[in-house]
Nanobody, 126 residues
Framework: QVQLVESGGGLVQAGGSLRLSCTAS????????MGWFRQAPGKEREFVAG????????GYADSVKGRFTISRDNAKNTVYLQMSSLKAGDTGVYFC???????????????????WGQGTQVTVSS
């Protein structure tokens, strides 16, 4: 059974940092892209960051560029999202997702991802 388990969310003051982790029991983890998405209350889910299977290609939403960093450790089947200089607008539930395309790059569309975690809440107080 495929499982993606996020951790690391919590309450933080504006300007603070958090590191999210997502450990995946996906057999093909080492050869698929991974993504982070978020959903704020009353808003649609949006792409935050993505990483290709090697970790050599990454992409970010304009709203988080320069503040967030995505990385992966294929030996641990884990993807990370380091978040710094957090703002109130970063508040939401953060989801990791496993991509469909073997040896593929990340995609900003949620339709390109097969499996999703349950989400972890990030709350930034201003």
């Amino acid at each position: 059974q495929v499982q993606l388990v996020e951790s690391g969310g919590g309450l933080v003051q504006a300007g603070g940092s958090l590191r999210l982790s997502c450990t995946a029991s996906v057999r093909t983890f080492k050869v698929i892209p991974m993504g982070w998405f978020r959903q704020a209350p009353g808003k649609e889910r949006e792409f935050v960051a993505g990483i290709n299977w090697t970790g050599g290609d990454t992409g970010y939403a304009d709203s988080v560029k320069g503040r967030f960093t995505i990385s992966r450790d294929n030996a641990k089947n884990t993807v990370y999202l380091q978040m710094s200089s957090l703002k109130a607008g970063d508040t939401g539930v953060y989801f990791c997702a496993a991509g469909q395309q073997i040896l593929g790059s990340y995609n900003e569309s949620g339709d390109a991802y097969s499996y999703w975690g349950q989400g972890t809440q990030v709350t930034v107080s201003s």
